[in-house]
């Protein structure tokens, strides 16, 4: 299968050299040089997946991935910027990424990280029953599809790093999961910048599993987390 990418950036330069190699690599490649015309290739010709820069004109890559995810909640993300400090990491995140790399970054990198989203956020069937997908702890229900955590008191909308963290910690239940685990499997390295990242993401699952009594979700300094219930 050919995988289309948008590819959003205005340096003509390095445009070029990432799209030369994304299309060497055996992906079909859409450019844009600013934010407005990579919505309008969003929506004229859907990708699987996006690769954005942050700076750009009109409409930068933060507005531009929340604007993206109001028509598609399912489409993997990666930003690529300049910008390293970890509010930044954080803010992309939060505007609707699923990774972040921080230029200059190498090509091959890149691919990777490519492949593993694709991987893990593709389809791989159609299920009869949309119930199955449904996974029920506590009194709450997780649906992994719509990104959705319903507890006896409220109903979130989840971002995707929470989707996932919560989905390993439910397959590890009344077990520790090992910090070391979800960044490899979720953000693809252990770095500081990635860790504090997840320990955000990670508070906010808390906060959210409060509302319900019959799940408790502890930190263990130094060695990861338990869900209990």
């Known amino acids: 299968m050919k995988y289309k990418v948008l590819y959003a950036e205005d340096e003509p330069t390095l445009a070029q050299i990432i799209s030369d190699g994304l299309r060497s690599s055996g992906y079909e490649v859409e450019l844009a040089a600013d934010g407005e015309e990579a919505l309008r290739l969003f929506e004229t010709s859907p990708p699987d997946i996006c690769v954005l ?4 004109p009109l409409k930068d890559g933060y507005t531009l991935a929340e604007d993206i995810r109001k028509q598609d909640s399912g489409i993997p993300i990666i930003f ?7 509010a930044d990491v954080i803010r992309g995140f939060n505007s609707g990424g699923n990774d972040y790399m921080r230029k200059p970054f190498n090509m091959g990198e890149l691919l990777v990280r490519m492949e593993a989203l694709l991987q893990r956020f593709q389809p791989t069937g159609v ?10 702890f506590g009194g709450s229900v997780l ?10 008191v409220n109903t979130y909308k989840l971002s995707f790093k929470e989707t996932a963290l919560l989905q390993l910690l439910l397959k590890h239940r009344n077990t520790l999961l090992a910090r070391q685990l979800p960044l490899l499997e979720i953000w693809g390295d252990d770095s500081f910048y990635n860790a504090r990242s997840m320990d955000v993401f990670m ?5 959210m599993l409060r509302d319900d009594p019959a799940i408790e979700l502890m930190s263990i300094r130094g060695a990861g987390y338990k869900l209990i219930f």
């Open 53 to 56: 820069d942050i700076m750009m």
């Open 80 to 86: 690529l910027s300049a910008k390293s400090l970890a």
């Open 127 to 136: 299920k009869n029953d949309a119930e199955e997908s449904l996974q029920r």
């Open 143 to 152: 649906d992994p599809v719509s990104q959705q955590l319903s507890t006896p």
């Open 203 to 207: 508070s906010h699952l808390r906060k």
